[in-house]
C-alpha cells in the first residue's frame, strides 16, 4: 500500500498501485497517474474474473517530486477508487 508520503530514497525509480475489483469481470479499468494534477499515465487492465487483483507501475524521476494521485476509473469514467500521496526529497523527510 503506498504510504501518504514517500521518500525518493524508499524506492528504485518505480512505483506500484494495485487494485482488487469485485462484479467487474469482461470489463477494463484503468489506472490513471497524476502528478501535480497533470495525467502522466493511463494503464488500462482488462478484469478477467469476478473478483479480480491487479496492478500497475510508474516509472518516477528523481525530479517528480511533490503531490501525485492514482485513480481507478472505469471504461465510462466512473471513478472506483483513488490514493493520493506526495513524494519528497531526502531533505524533507
Request: negative net charge; without cysteine; aromatic residues 10%.
Amino acid at each position: 500500500m503506498l504510504k501518504d508520503v514517500i521518500a525518493t530514497t524508499q524506492f528504485s525509480d518505480k512505483l506500484y498501485f494495485f487494485t482488487e475489483v469485485h462484479a467487474l469481470k469482461d470489463q477494463v479499468v484503468s489506472h490513471l497517474w497524476f502528478h501535480q494534477d497533470e495525467l502522466m499515465a493511463e494503464v488500462e487492465l482488462p478484469i478477467q474474473a469476478a473478483r479480480y487483483r491487479t496492478y500497475s507501475s510508474k516509472n518516477v524521476m528523481p525530479s517528480q517530486t511533490g503531490d501525485w494521485r492514482v485513480e481507478v476509473v472505469t471504461q465510462s469514467g466512473q471513478l472506483l477508487a483513488q490514493k493520493t500521496f506526495r513524494i519528497v526529497d531526502n531533505s524533507q523527510q
